[in-house]
């Protein structure tokens, strides 16, 4: 019998391109699961009006695993227009099904590894001052706090009578106090004390685990007092239990700035929600862009692995497929780390890292062409023959690893 059962959720447009792939390398190391298959998106929430089903729900409570794909998500206005007739003027609201899940079950934290492979042409590059460039290595990881901060969802446009008189209890609030409630739009950023502590420490955690140099509070404390002070505070609190990993603490402005000066300088980094998933698109770009950016959102029972790119939706009928599927092969990964399967995580990146180094296979993006239904003819490999180069890798890595064992 399979060890694991992994819920499989594909989503939306390139979503159902590369998690399928995804398997593909996992079945090839040998990695023994049953897939099963769940309902999630745009087309849940145009027809049933829930964009993440109950009963996705509950498999993924049954079986604690889940891959997810991509997802597509709408303004307000767009997202009512498409909503089946029957259901429109019901009370329906679209919310993201995957921020919905991350609160649902807990998962508070999220993981985003931003880790360059030698030989990418799109890795970051530095001038030299006497001309010629460097390429520093950029290892980064990012822990960015999952269920909370400016993602809680808990916003109004034209706030309530109660809502509003407490606003108007605030002295800053004195400037909107005459601004009509149908041209006001709210969102409340919640941060509390034991989810910072929680990212704060799972951050130390790994940084320890794994040798890196020091653990970065990206933040915003000099104008969000109170909430990024706390962000702040949790982080001092407990980097007193880690004296050999030193915190740095940085203002997620300036951090924009200073990741295309000196990427190589930072290690862990962790900060609220939105900070980031700003900072950690930030760090995707210098290693490779959203085809290279994987992530998992981890809770202390369900854990859900995910590429941060989006559905594309203007690439998901082209055929054959062009997107890059590296991203969704290394949340894969992500996946096998989590759950004790290391090494066969390893073969993983080392195929893949192998794939990008040697340059003979490169999806459009690695290519620096644009996307389209004239990027293979322009030599561009397609989303499968990417995993195919991959899976090719693997038998090498595979081999390898099978002379230095018999040695």
């Known amino acids: 019998m399979a060890r694991h059962s992994v819920v499989t959720m594909p989503g939306d447009g390139i979503g159902n391109q590369v998690l399928p792939e995804a398997i593909r390398v996992l079945n090839a190391v040998g990695f023994e699961a049953n897939y099963i298959h769940a309902d999630i998106g745009w087309e849940c929430w145009c027809k049933e009006g829930n964009a993440l089903p109950e009963r996705t729900i509950g498999l993924l409570a049954k079986h604690k695993l889940g891959l997810f ?5 709408k303004p307000k206005k767009d997202a009512e227009a498409e909503l089946n007739p029957e259901l429109r003027s019901k009370g329906y609201s679209y919310f993201s099904p995957i921020v919905t899940m991350r609160q649902r079950f807990g998962l508070d934290i999220c993981m985003r590894p931003c880790i360059g492979f ?16 460097e390429e520093p290595q950029v290892n980064v990881v990012v822990f960015r706090q999952n269920t909370e901060g400016l993602y809680a969802g808990v916003e109004w446009t034209n706030p309530p009578a109660n809502v509003r008189t407490a606003l108007e209890s605030h002295p800053k609030f004195k400037p909107f106090a005459n601004v009509k409630g ?12 034991d989810a910072a502590i929680l990212i704060a420490r799972a ?11 020091s653990v970065t509070i990206c933040e915003k404390p000099n104008v969000l007092r109170e909430t990024s002070g706390m962000m702040e505070e949790a982080a001092k609190q407990v980097a007193k239990n880690y004296p050999g990993i030193p915190l740095w603490s940085t203002n997620i402005d300036a951090q924009t700035m200073w990741l295309t000066k000196n990427p190589e300088d930072y290690g862990v980094i962790v900060a609220s929600n939105l900070f980031g998933d700003v900072i950690s698109d930030a760090f995707a770009g210098l290693v490779g862009g959203l085809g290279f ?30 997107v890059n599927p590296i991203a969704m092969i290394l949340s894969a990964a992500m996946m096998l780390d989590h759950v004790g399967e290391t090494e066969k995580a390893c073969q993983i990146r080392a195929a893949i890292a192998h794939v990008v180094k040697e340059g003979k296979v490169r999806t459009y993006d690695m290519m620096r062409i644009s996307g389209g239904a004239n990027a293979i003819s322009q030599g561009a490999a397609s989303t499968t023959q990417m995993t195919d180069a991959v899976l090719c890798a693997l038998e090498g890595v595979g081999a390898k690893m099978m002379v230095a064992v018999s040695r």
Request: charged share 20%.
């Open 293 to 322: 950016a994987a992530s998992g959102n981890i809770g202390s029972e369900v854990a859900v692995f995910e590429p941060t790119h989006g559905s594309a939706p203007k690439y998901a009928e082209l055929n054959p497929p062009i």
């Open 203 to 213: 951050a130390f955690e790994y940084a320890k685990k794994f040798g890196y140099k």
């Open 118 to 133: 030698p030989g990418n042409p799109l890795n970051f590059i530095r001038k030299r001052p006497n001309g010629g460039f």
């Open 69 to 73: 794909g991509a997802i597509t998500s």
């Open 182 to 193: 149908e041209d006001m739009a709210i969102s409340v950023r919640v941060i509390t004390r």
